[in-house]
């Protein structure tokens, strides 16, 4: 007597699913992880699995690999057709491995005659919403809505994995066990001491965020700040800090986009951190442009942002681009240093912080996951998944290589004298040793 149709069924749907798995990563050698399947069933390390890959039904490894590339992964990720459990970070190296993998063609019709044997998925497609905008990329309205797509979330939510400070960028780690507070505000100094900050500068800050930088800047260094953001809540948020600071004297938010500062003032030093990332390639040009005729001659200009290796080539269309940083663009440092050379500027110093990024994203993503139910009843759970995978996934990036942090010190000489001294020592004295 056979099975029962319906549990016959099942175990085929098991079946066909275990013998992908087994095709699909004959070749990976990493075993230290687990793919658990809607039914129980098990497949890999049996003991203390890094990570595990839960399948929710048996339509999953349809949906994720039938078309696979990194947004399709992503979506189901979203929603819910599968689940990581563990190790997130270590499970984007496997992601990773099976994106970057060059299969013959007779293999990928025989991986994918395997999947079409699954059922389509019919849960429900439920999620956030992808950034679809309408108007010319990069132009003010459209970047404006691209922004507040990111970072109007409550600030609930960013409170609950950043630090007390909520900076969002990459921290500066003295060693790898400094706990995240410490790391932000060693970079929030070591900024500082860059751009060698003096009682009274007039300090631009673009893309300021919820303000820790001015704060620090205004309270350490005794300067006169203007910061702008493209985000009305972010806007409030730091103005309500600023008051409660009692700093609000000295310096103040505006909402507003660069290309539209008042160019009647000059700024003895400006800094950009983490903004850069949404300005768009074919705009850099005016973007360095803007920040030399602000800046006064014989300041500088610290620019702090993302960069994609010259070598990474991305297969496939972007999760992030589609569901975090919509209209975003990454370029090798090269690029940005040529955009701004021809604006200009002299080029002082460039630092690579990649390790301190990786570490700041892992603290962020612990963070994320100690507070995941708060983070779904603050906002739901498929900006809880979103936020976690997009992070996890960036971390491995810095890991890699494929994405770098730069720190970018540019001057504006006077009559070639750059004012600055002959070595950085100053840079590496810590606040308790210098006076204002």
């Known amino acids: 007597m056979g099975l029962p149709a319906t549990t016959a069924l099942r175990d085929s749907k098991v079946e ?49 690999f039938l078309d696979p590339s990194e947004l399709t992964l992503g979506e189901a990720y979203l929603h819910d057709d599968f689940d ?40 429900p497609r439920l999620s956030r919403g992808e950034a679809r905008f309408q108007g010319r990329m990069h132009g003010k309205d459209r970047d404006r809505r691209a922004v507040c797509f990111h970072y109007d979330l409550p600030t609930e939510f960013y409170a609950l994995w950043l630090d007390r400070r909520m900076v969002y960028s990459c921290a500066y780690f003295a060693t790898p066990s400094e706990d995240l507070d410490t790391a932000q505000q060693h970079k929030l100094d070591y900024i500082c001491r860059k751009l060698r900050l003096r009682h009274g500068d007039r300090l631009l800050d673009v893309g ?43 310096c103040r938010v505006e909402v507003l986009d660069y290309r539209n500062i008042d160019h009647s003032q000059q700024y003895d030093k400006i800094v950009s951190v983490g903004m850069f990332e949404h300005v768009g390639e074919v705009l850099l040009p005016e973007y360095f442009r803007r920040a030399w005729e602000l800046l006064r001659p014989g300041g500088v200009f610290l620019n702090h942002g993302i960069a994609y290796s010259a070598t990474y080539r991305r297969r496939g269309p972007s999760f992030v681009d589609r569901y975090v940083f919509p209209d975003s663009e990454l370029v090798p440092i090269s690029v940005s240093l040529r955009a701004a050379e021809l604006s200009g500027f002299e080029i002082r110093d460039v630092e690579s912080l990649r390790e301190h990024y990786a570490l700041t994203l892992h603290h962020w993503v612990g963070r994320l996951e100690a507070q995941a139910e708060q983070a779904r009843r603050i906002t739901d759970d498929v900006t809880y998944r979103t936020w976690r995978l997009y992070m996890a996934g960036s971390a491995h990036g810095f890991r890699s290589g494929r994405l770098n942090v730069y720190q970018t010190l540019l001057a504006k000489p006077l009559h070639g004298e750059s004012g600055l001294p002959l070595n950085r020592e100053d840079w590496y004295r810590s606040l308790e040793d210098r006076s204002l």
């Open 16 to 64: 066909l699913s275990l013998r992908f798995l087994n095709d699909l990563l004959a070749d990976y050698s990493q075993r230290d992880y687990q793919v658990r399947l809607w039914d129980g069933t098990t497949w890999g390390a049996e003991k203390s699995p890094r990570f595990t890959l839960v399948l929710k039904h048996p339509g999953s490894l349809r949906t994720m």
């Open 208 to 250: 300021c965020g919820w303000g820790g930088l001015m704060m620090h800047a205004v309270a350490h260094y005794g300067v006169q700040a203007v910061g702008i953001t493209l985000s009305v809540p972010q806007a409030e948020v730091a103005r309500q800090r600023l008051r409660e600071s009692k700093l609000n004297d000295q």
């Open 84 to 123: 990581i459990e563990g190790d997130i970070e270590a499970a984007m190296e496997l992601g990773s491995h099976l994106l970057a993998q060059e299969r013959s063609f007779p293999n990928r019709l025989h991986l994918a005659a395997r999947l079409r044997q699954l059922p389509v998925s019919t849960r």
